[in-house]
């Protein structure tokens, strides 16, 4: 079993719409959670992370964690076509390491 | 304050060459990770290094080697090069445990 578990999608939205993206995972020792946007040919840029379990909110983007579920969740309000991006899911540590989902890709159509 | 930054960020090399790629952390960040990115498989971690030190390695051959200098900047070898090596070569600084800041990449492609 993988440590996490990311639906690759690829997810296609109209501009405005709400997005919700998804991971599980299987360590109850993680402490924090993590969500990245990659744009094509680029590296990770940190969108957000958390602490244990609770919400919280940027901008247009919420991270909600749920560790007695052990599913972490990214809402993206009034989706923009320069959210398309591909979103990693990301969590640790244990053993100095942090563990990825393998990513959903994301198109916002305008 | 300055990202964290690879060189070079491209690089074609053919096979059974060796590579060494560069990865300076954000100022003040101590450890150093390096992650190997391809489509099909995502981000694979290949190792941790902390005040010089590896502390944690991931599951590939010995060709994958790296180290890190007192500075922190860190370096990471690729020798006998195979064609299943060309990926993205993503480094990420962190200041402590609690979350890890990317770089570029350098993107290797090997012929």
């Known amino acids: 079993q993988k440590e996490v578990e990311q639906d690759p999608g690829p997810l296609s939205v109209p501009e405005g719409a709400i997005v919700s993206l998804n991971c599980t995972y299987s360590?109850?020792?993680?402490?924090?959670f993590m969500w990245y946007r990659q744009y094509s040919r680029k590296g990770p840029d940190l969108l957000m992370y958390?602490?244990?379990?609770g919400n919280k909110e940027d901008g247009r983007f919420t991270a909600q964690v749920d560790k007695s579920s052990k599913y972490i969740s990214l809402f993206i309000r009034d989706s923009q076509p320069s959210d398309s991006a591909t979103y990693l899911c990301?969590?640790?540590?244990?053993?100095?390491?942090?563990?990825f989902g393998t990513g959903t890709s994301l198109t916002v159509i305008p | 304050k300055a990202g964290v930054t690879q060189t070079p960020r491209y690089l074609i090399k053919t096979r059974g060459q060796q590579v060494t790629l560069s990865c300076s952390p954000i100022s003040g960040h101590r450890s150093v990770s390096w992650y190997q990115q391809t489509p099909g498989q995502g981000l694979q971690f290949l190792f941790e290094y902390f005040s010089e030190t590896q502390r944690n390695k991931g599951n590939f051959p010995g060709r994958f080697s790296g180290r890190q200098f007192s500075n922190s900047r860190s370096e990471m070898n690729v020798s006998t090069l195979e064609l299943g090596d060309s990926a993205l070569y993503l480094c990420a600084s962190s200041i402590n445990q609690e979350t890890q800041y990317f770089g570029p990449g350098t993107r290797l492609l090997v012929l």
């Open positions: 990301a969590m640790g540590p244990t053993g100095n390491q942090f563990y």
């Open positions: 360590n109850s020792a993680f402490q924090y």
């Open positions: 958390t602490y244990s379990s």
